[in-house]
């Protein structure tokens, strides 16, 4: 939050025990020129690898059929330090999936788990 209090020129950021931060009006006054920095700069997304399918996105169905599942919003494992977490020499990542051929309802959804070996290629989709 922003102590309203303290109107000092210096820019000083601090925790208090509940590991909250505590920024000064010149703490939140010198954020536009940060935003000129590229180091803070969000990375560059290309649109078109958002669309790629995870091959292995699929149920396989009481019959033993298999149905086709479309995966979005997903979230890596992760360990206390916030890296990608190694169970067992995989890297675990949760997202939500539907039937690739249902409708668009999110409340079709469900959670999907998926596995990546930590010795794939992790440039590539399909080693999920």
């Known amino acids: 939050f922003v102590d309203k209090n303290d109107l000092s020129a210096n820019v000083i950021t601090t925790n208090d025990d509940n590991q909250e931060a505590h920024y000064t009006r010149a703490d939140m006054n010198s954020i536009p020129d940060a935003m000129n920095d590229s180091k803070y700069w969000a ?7 958002l669309k790629k399918e995870i091959p292995s996105a699929y149920q396989t169905n009481a ?3 298999q149905t086709k599942l479309r995966v979005w919003d997903s979230w890596p494992v992760q360990d206390i330090n916030g890296a990608a977490a190694d169970y067992h020499g995989y890297h675990l990542a949760v997202g939500l999936v539907a039937d ?5 309802h999110w409340y079709d959804a469900k959670m999907g788990l998926f596995a990546q070996k930590l010795t794939d290629n992790t440039d590539d989709i399909a080693s999920w």
């Open 63 to 65: 019959d033993g059929s």
């Open 100 to 104: 690739a051929a249902g409708t668009e």
């Open 43 to 49: 990375p560059k997304i290309n649109t078109d690898d």
